[in-house]
């Protein structure tokens, strides 16, 4: 089984922020947390990812919290390009159902 | 720099014919994985790779073989086609998951049906 548990869907406004949780508990000290998204039924295409510090890029932000057992994926300005199945795994490469994201005008 | 690249995109089969899916991929990556996906549904992997020569067991790996004779080629086969091997089958390949800049890359995907 996914060693992550994320909501089944998820609706945003567009250009609101979409704010993904993810719950990984049983993450261990060196496993990183990674974000994918697939988009209709493409191939997943890498977001992000970290281990402890919250990290940025050109396409969405990442917050881990202190303890490690949760993360949010943040999207800041939501478009509808980014409605998506959005996966959050840790190192074992093993994706959970992920969460459907529909960006909505 | 072609990725990872998967062939066929599309194939039918019928119950009991036999097909190999080939993965390649042209970042020198060590790790390759093959997934499968149905409808509505995450991805679950079947078999991974962590080198040339080298093959394992992932989530859902019965039915299928797997061989890793080069490092670029990653290669799925069927024996014995079913109906409930009808899905959307993805590659992916990486340097190594324990490395820190090491996120999957995945292929576009095959879709087989199985009548």
């Known amino acids: 089984d996914a060693k992550t548990t994320q909501p089944t869907s998820m609706d945003c406004a567009e250009g609101r922020a979409a704010n993904l949780p993810c719950n990984h508990s049983?993450?261990?000290?060196?496993?990183?947390v990674y974000w994918y998204r697939q988009i209709h039924s493409q191939g997943p295409q890498y977001i992000i990812h970290g281990l402890k510090n919250n990290e940025t890029n050109e396409m969405a932000s990442l917050i881990i919290t202190e303890d490690r057992k949760s993360s949010t994926l943040i999207l800041p300005h939501a478009t509808l390009r980014d409605t998506a199945v959005y996966y959050c795994?840790?190192?074992?490469?093993?994706f959970g159902a992920g969460t459907r994201l529909t960006v909505k005008p | 720099n072609a990725g990872v690249t998967q062939t066929p995109k599309f194939r039918v089969l019928k119950t009991g014919q036999s097909m190999t899916l080939l993965c390649a991929q042209d970042?020198?990556?060590?790790?390759m994985y093959w997934y499968r996906q149905d409808p509505g549904m995450g991805l679950r992997l079947i078999h991974y790779?962590?080198?040339?020569?080298?093959?394992a067991k992932g989530e859902v790996p019965d039915g299928y073989n797997v061989s890793r004779l080069k490092k670029q080629n990653f290669l799925l086969g069927l024996e014995s086609a079913a109906p409930s091997q009808t899905s959307v089958y993805f590659c992916?390949?990486?340097?190594?998951?324990?490395?820190?800049?090491?996120?999957?890359?995945f292929g576009n995907g095959t879709r087989l049906t199985v009548t």
């Open positions: 049983t993450i261990s000290g060196n496993e990183y």
């Open positions: 790779s962590v080198g040339e020569g080298t093959t």
């Open positions: 992916a390949s990486t340097f190594s998951y324990r490395e820190k800049n090491s996120p999957l890359h």
């Open positions: 970042m020198n990556h060590e790790y």
């Open positions: 795994i840790v190192n074992d490469m093993r």
